[in-house]
Structures are given as C-alpha cells and as structure tokens.
C-alpha cells in the first residue's frame, strides 16, 4: 500500500483527546505507510506521547500554529507528503468497521485510480 496519513489538528481539552484516540484506535493498525501528523493546542504533547507509543516508524510530528493560520500552515507540512495517496485523517471520526475493511477500501481505491474519495 502507499498511503500517509496526514492530519493537521487542534486539540485543547479532554474531550477532544479521548475522541482522538477513539478514532485512531479504530484505524492504525491499517497498512499504513507513513503519518504527518501536526498538532495545535494544550494537548498536543499528550497528544504526541500517545501517537509515539502505538506508531512504531514514519511519523512526522510537528506543532506548527503560525500567526499566518491553519491553511497556511497545512500548505507548508504538505512538503512532506511524498507518497501516492493520503488519508486526510479528522480526529473525531471514528472507522466503524475494522483496519482489513479499511485497507480493502484503500486497494479498491489505487486499483481503480481513484483521484478522491470522501469518507465522511
């Protein structure tokens, strides 16, 4: 497979932390290549500590929040997107299925050329 997971969050309370990792739980352990992963807000070193321990390689962590906004920022991390495909990853979705149903999707995605597909 040949898919980053890239995701450009905020996330500053509780709430939002434990709706993060309920969506990364029901997802990472798909085939996943890479992660560019950038995080805003009070949580983002608890927020790294948790991705560090259940990412074993190829993540990319940064805590960009310039003054120049969120699209701006996004646009400067895209440079690290080197990879044929990218799941654009929203922390508070949650993948309701299981990672083998996930990468089936991804495969039926790259056999078909698929240019975009909207999961939410």
Do not use: C, P
């Not at 259940?54 to 080197?82: M, Q």
């Amino acid at each position: 497979m040949k898919l980053t997971v890239f995701a450009n969050f905020l996330i500053d309370d509780e709430r939002r932390f434990e709706r993060l990792k309920k969506s990364f739980l029901s997802f990472y352990k798909a085939d996943i290549d890479f992660w560019v992963i950038n995080i805003r807000g009070s949580y983002k070193y608890q927020v790294k500590d948790f991705l560090i321990k259940k990412i074993n390689s190829n993540l990319n962590i940064s805590f960009r929040n310039s003054s120049n906004g969120w699209f701006y920022d996004t646009r400067e991390l895209l440079k690290y997107l080197n990879i044929e495909y990218i799941f654009l990853w929203n922390e508070d979705h949650i993948n309701l299925k299981n990672e083998i149903f996930f990468n089936r999707i991804v495969d039926e995605v790259i056999e078909n050329d698929v240019d975009h597909l909207i999961y939410s």
